[in-house]
C-alpha cells in the first residue's frame, strides 16, 4: 500500500501569500510585549540581529527546501543529513512552533473583536476561529492558499495606510523617551518578541510537496516574503512607536496590563475611537492576525502528517481525506492541543514557547545543511545559499546565542519545552527499538 500523497497545486504567488500570511500577524500583536523587556532601543537591537538571523536562514533553507521538497519541512532534512533520532528532535521542534503559535494569536483575534463587542468572551471569538479555519483547511489545499493569498494582500496594504496615518505625526523623541529602561539584559529578554516578527516564515518548505516545479517556486516564494517582511517590520516599529512612545502602544491607559493590540493603541493617539480609520484598521486589520492564523494552521497539519506518514507518531495522523486530500486527523488534533492552550489566557509565555520550537528547529537544520554538504555532495541542489559557509554559519550563531537567553530569561518555560521534547523522545525511542527488533 503506497503512502498518502499530497496534490501540487500551489504557484509562487501563492508561496509568496502563504510566506507573508504565516508571519503578518505578527506586526499586528506580540512584537509590542518586548517593548516592556527591553524599550525602544532594547528591543530595536534585538530585532537587528534577528533580522540578520532570519535573512541568513532563510537562504540557507531554501536551498535544503529545493533539494529535499517534502511536507516534512525540517524533519526530512534533518532526518537525512544528521540520522533518525536528530530528526525526530527536529521535527518535533518544529511541531511545538507550528502548534503553538496559533492559540497566541487566536487570543488576540479574540482581542481585536472584543474591541468591537466588548459583551462577548474573548476566548468564545478565538475557539470559533479555531473551527473555522480549520474546515477551510479541511476543504483543500488550493481554497486554503487562495484564501490566504487575498487576506494576506489586505492585510499588508492595512499596514501601509497604518503607517500613512501614523507617519505624519512621527517624533523622535518618542523613540528616545525611555527607549533603554532595562539596559543590555532587556536586549535578551526581547529576543522572542522579536523572532515573533518573523516567526513561521520556513512554513514555505512545508508546502513544497504541493508546489508546482518546487526548485523554482520555492526560491521566488522565499525570496519575496523576506524582503517583504523586512520592511513591513521596519515601518510598523517606526510608525507605532513614534507617535507616542512604547508605553502607549503597550499598556492600555490607566492600567499596567499588557496589550494584544498595539496598532489600534497607536492609532488612538492620533484619531478618535469613532473615526472611519480607526474601525478600519481593526476589521482590516483582523485580517492579518487571521492570515497568520490560518496560515500556521495549514502548515502544521503538514508537519504533523509527515511525523504520521513516517511512523514518528502515531499513524492515525497521517490519514488524508478521500475526498479533498488534506491532512484531516493532523489538523483537528492540532486544534484540540490549540484550543486547551487558549485556555491558559497566557499569550507572551505561548509565543515563547513557539519561539523555543523555532530556534531549535534552526539551529538543527543548519547543522543538517553542513552535513548534507558533506554527506551527500552530489545532491541534486537547485538554488545553493550564496556566501557558503557564512549565511549558515551566522544563522546558527545567532539562533544559539538567542536560545541561551531565552533559556536564561525564561527558565520556568524553558523546562515545559524541555519535558515535551524528551517526553515525546522518549515515546519516539521506544516506538524505534520496536520497529528494529
Not at 89 to 97: D, K, S, V, Y
Not at 199 to 213: D, P
Not at 336 to 343: H, K, M, N, R, T
Request: charged fraction near 10%.
Amino acid at each position: 500500500m503506497s503512502a498518502p500523497q499530497l496534490t501540487k497545486t500551489l504557484t509562487p504567488l501563492m508561496l509568496w501569500g502563504l510566506g507573508v500570511g504565516y508571519v503578518i500577524s505578527g506586526m499586528y500583536f506580540g512584537w509590542n510585549l518586548g517593548l516592556a523587556e527591553g524599550g525602544t532601543l532594547g528591543l530595536a537591537i534585538a530585532t537587528f540581529f534577528v533580522v540578520i538571523m532570519y535573512v541568513t536562514f532563510t537562504f540557507s533553507y531554501t536551498e535544503l527546501a529545493c533539494a529535499i521538497p517534502k511536507a516534512g519541512g525540517a524533519f526530512e532534512y534533518a532526518k537525512r543529513g544528521l540520522g533518525p533520532k536528530l530528526g525526530f528532535l527536529g521535527g518535533m521542534a518544529q511541531n511545538i512552533e507550528f502548534i503553538f503559535a496559533p492559540p497566541a494569536i487566536a487570543s488576540a483575534i479574540g482581542a481585536y473583536l472584543n474591541l468591537l463587542y466588548p459583551s462577548i468572551d474573548t476566548i468564545y471569538f478565538a475557539i470559533a476561529a479555531y473551527f473555522i479555519f480549520t474546515a477551510i483547511n479541511i476543504l483543500g489545499v488550493k481554497l486554503a492558499a487562495t484564501f490566504e493569498l487575498i487576506i494576506t494582500v489586505l492585510a499588508v496594504l492595512e499596514l501601509l495606510i497604518f503607517s500613512g496615518v501614523t507617519l505624519p505625526h512621527f517624533e523622535f523623541s518618542n523613540l528616545e523617551r525611555n527607549a533603554f529602561p532595562n539596559g543590555i539584559p532587556g536586549i535578551f529578554a526581547s529576543i522572542p518578541f522579536a523572532i515573533w516578527f518573523f516567526l513561521a516564515i520556513e512554513g514555505v518548505a512545508n508546502v513544497a510537496e504541493e508546489t508546482k516545479n518546487p526548485s523554482k517556486s520555492i526560491l521566488l516564494g522565499f525570496g519575496s516574503s523576506i524582503s517583504t517582511l523586512v520592511i513591513l517590520c521596519v515601518l510598523t516599529f517606526v510608525s507605532a512607536v513614534g507617535v507616542g512612545g512604547w508605553e502607549t502602544v503597550v499598556y492600555l491607559p490607566s492600567s499596567t496590563v499588557p496589550s494584544d493590540s498595539p496598532l489600534p493603541l497607536a492609532l488612538g493617539q492620533v484619531v478618535s475611537e469613532g473615526n472611519i480609520l480607526y474601525k478600519l484598521l481593526i476589521g482590516i486589520g483582523l485580517l492579518g492576525l487571521v492570515a497568520s492564523f490560518h496560515g500556521i494552521i495549514l502548515v502544521a497539519g503538514r508537519s504533523t502528517f509527515e511525523f504520521g506518514r513516517e511512523g514518528y507518531a502515531p499513524k492515525f495522523l497521517s490519514k488524508i481525506h478521500p475526498k479533498f486530500k488534506t491532512p484531516i486527523s493532523a489538523l483537528l488534533v492540532n486544534m484540540v492541543i490549540g484550543i486547551i492552550a487558549l485556555f491558559t489566557g497566557k499569550t507572551a509565555e505561548i509565543i515563547t514557547i513557539a519561539c523555543f520550537g523555532a530556534l531549535v528547529l534552526y539551529i538543527i537544520s543548519m547543522l543538517s545543511l553542513f552535513a548534507l554538504r558533506k554527506k551527500e555532495p552530489n545532491l541534486n541542489r537547485p538554488f545553493s545559499v550564496p556566501f557558503y559557509p557564512l549565511f549558515p554559519l551566522i544563522a546558527l550563531v545567532i539562533a544559539t546565542i538567542s536560545l541561551l537567553a531565552m533559556t536564561y530569561y525564561n527558565l520556568h518555560l524553558a523546562t515545559i519545552f524541555t519535558v515535551i521534547m524528551l517526553g515525546t523522545y522518549t515515546y519516539f525511542l521506544f516506538n524505534f527499538r520496536k520497529k528494529r527488533t
